[in-house]
C-alpha cells in the first residue's frame, strides 16, 4: 500500500510511515482488542452465572461492570449478552429488597364481593388480633350454619346466608348460651331475612343488617351474655 501523506510504497502491515512517519492504522482499534476481550468475556460468564443460579447482587454486578470493559472490544457480543444477563439477574434481588424495606405494604383486611348478586364474602379476625372501638377482644362462634331462605317479594329472591357472632373473650359464659340457644338464633335470622327485600339487603345496607342482627340477638335472645359483633361469612342473595 502507499502512505496516504506523501505517497511512499509501504508494507500492508505497518503502522507507520518509514519515510514521513505519518501514523497509519487507529492504534486504538488494537489496544481494545487486546486490552478487553477477556473483561468482554467475564461479563458474559458472570451474568449468565447470575441468571442459572440466583447468586447475590454483588455476581452481577461485577458481570455488568465487565461486560462495561468490553463493549468496545471484538468480543462486543458477549459483553452486550452478559450485561443483559446480569442486569435481568439483579431484578428479583432489586424487589425482594424493595419489598423488604418499604413498610406497610401487606393488605391488613379482605372482602371479596359474592358471586353475582347481593353478597359478600368476609374473613373473621383472630381472637388476639381483633379490637372493637372500646378495646374488647372479640372471640368468635362460628357453628350456625348457612341460613337459607327467601326474600318477601312477589317474585323472592334466594338468601344464603352464614352469620358469625363475636363476643368479648374475656365472657366464658357466652360462648356455651350461644350454643344452647343456638336453634332460637338460627330461627329468629330465618324470619329475619323472610322479612326482607331484595332491596333492603343490597351491599350498602350490610352494616345497618349487621346493627339489627347484634340487637335482636341481644335483647330478644341473650340474657347472660352479650354479642358485641356480627360478621358475615357468606351473603348471597340469588334472584330467580
Not at 71 to 81: D, G, R, W
Request: glycine letters at 6%; charged letters at 20%.
Amino acid at each position: 500500500m502507499f502512505c496516504k501523506n506523501c505517497g511512499n510504497e509501504i508494507a500492508d502491515d505497518a503502522l507507520f510511515c518509514p519515510k514521513c512517519g505519518t501514523k497509519l492504522i487507529d492504534s486504538t482499534l488494537f489496544n481494545n482488542d487486546n486490552g478487553h476481550e477477556n473483561e468482554a468475556i467475564i461479563g458474559f460468564v458472570l451474568g449468565l452465572i447470575s441468571l442459572l443460579f440466583g447468586v447475590t447482587i454483588i455476581i452481577p454486578i461485577l458481570g455488568i461492570y465487565f461486560s462495561n470493559k468490553g463493549k468496545n472490544s471484538s468480543k462486543a457480543t458477549f459483553a452486550k449478552a452478559g450485561k443483559i444477563l446480569s442486569i435481568l439477574s439483579l431484578l428479583p434481588a432489586i424487589l425482594l429488597l424493595a419489598f423488604i424495606i418499604i413498610p406497610d405494604i401487606g393488605v391488613t383486611a379482605t372482602k371479596i364481593v359474592g358471586n353475582n348478586n347481593v353478597g359478600t364474602n368476609s374473613t373473621i379476625p383472630m381472637a388476639n388480633e381483633y379490637k372493637t372501638e372500646s378495646k374488647e377482644i372479640l372471640d368468635w362462634y362460628t357453628s350456625l350454619g348457612l341460613i337459607k331462605t327467601k326474600t318477601m317479594e312477589n317474585n323472592p329472591s334466594n338468601i344464603q346466608v352464614d352469620v358469625v357472632l363475636g363476643y368479648n373473650i374475656n365472657d366464658k359464659p357466652a360462648s356455651n348460651e350461644i350454643e344452647q340457644k343456638s336453634d332460637k338464633i338460627k330461627k329468629f335470622l330465618t324470619q329475619y331475612f323472610t322479612q326482607k327485600t331484595s332491596e333492603d339487603l343490597r351491599p350498602q345496607n350490610e352494616e345497618n343488617l349487621k346493627i339489627e342482627i347484634l340487637n335482636g340477638i341481644n335483647d330478644s335472645i341473650l340474657s347472660s351474655s352479650k354479642i358485641k359483633d356480627v360478621r358475615f361469612m357468606q351473603f348471597d342473595v340469588i334472584k330467580q
